[in-house]
């Protein structure tokens, strides 16, 4: 997976139990996501232009760890699957210093216009497939 | 002013300091104007089919006291002052037992279609008037 | 599944597809929680009491259909299975004239104070079966 | 007023509207204030460890214009007057390209551990101080 994202947790975002809100991983996840699209050269702007847009079907996350207020965080992205018209992401997020705070996935149905389902677009799954095939800058 | 919404405060509203998080509060406002638009029986629906709506340019809170995770909250709202494209509302949120929590102010100006300030419509200003000049109704 | 928790999609839980984000969800989600530990008896202040609290480990939801700002929302809940240190939880949001917005599972994890796993006491086992074995009042 | 703080519009922050919800800007400011107890090297676990903490008790907010999905923001921050026990700081968020976004103030009030007023300690007025006679660095 790459890195594609990096946040530091607000305090907005934690819970009366001093750590993240369990939702808002979602908010990170999506973000990732958000970001990937601009990585791969295909972002949300190009997207709407080409007439087509992804919801979200599906979530599932594991709660490994628990991140605090100004804890900076480093979330993942990989695209694992691309089906006719959904594709589906692993995700991860990490704390910077190491251990695993949430990870899971996420999968996208792609729609048109009129929000029925649609293929996912060639130029988009070549834009993924590129990506992905370049391995993630060294450190 | 009226009772017009009551909540009860969320897990995700609370912070790290077992509060909820001042920023949530707006919400709460938001949600209070927009049931006070359904109470005057002019709601947004209709805003939107008569071709204007409502955007936020000032806001303004003191917070008097705390409130936590679980906590029965009311709150009450009031039109203030209506000029030619703004309205003012007075705003205040208090525990169900009594104390208030916040309170303030939120200044909405009346766009058209165009987003460009427009008068705000007879009807609308009528229904909040009518409203008004009917005292709430007694315990 | 009960009906435990009823709400309206506020403007700030909207997104820019004009409907509610998909991590919001999480949030109607521990809500219904919260609301299902109320009505078993066992509220979230008795297990504070007890030394115990319960800590998300896992959750997962699939999107059925979109809500809209405004939108009346029923949410079900049933604890469908307890282990020696966590519980799983069913959970469904349906708009209020039928079809079906999200459902999914949450899994939460038994702990002491010190933070370890620990046994699901006993007194909240009861108040589960207790409840779950009433049928919900006829409508 | 130094630049403290910057920021990507999310998607979640986000409403029907299409633009950022008013209430979000609340969680810019915050972390624009954390950001800023970071600056003048007095972080907020500084502040835990000797004793005391601030409490916002009063905002206010001027929305100049709209900030829309992926909108790069960039917020300023300034301590504009210390008293005995509050600190008033102005804020601003403006576009990275320009226009100001919205801008206004906040008023945090310093409380000891039993939560009631005390005195703004001196190593923190003397680290605004420090900070803000400093100006800011040339671009």
Do not use: K
């Amino acid at each position: 997976m790459h890195d594609v994202w990096e946040t530091r947790v607000r305090y907005a975002e934690t819970d009366a139990q001093g750590i993240v809100f369990y939702g808002n991983y979602l908010t990170y996840q999506d973000e990732t996501f958000t970001q990937f699209l601009r990585e791969i050269g295909y972002p949300w702007e190009e997207m709407e232009d080409a007439g087509w847009e992804m919801h979200v079907v599906h979530t599932e996350l594991d709660y490994r760890s628990q991140a605090e207020f100004g804890d900076e965080l480093v979330c993942e992205i990989r695209a694992s699957a691309i089906s006719e018209s959904s594709l589906t992401f692993d995700w991860r997020c990490r704390r910077r210093d190491g251990p695993v705070v949430a990870e899971g996935s996420v999968v996208h149905v792609a729609v048109d216009e009129t929000g029925e389902t649609t293929r996912v677009p060639q130029p988009f799954r070549d834009a993924v497939v590129a990506y992905q095939e370049t391995p993630p800058d060294p450190v």
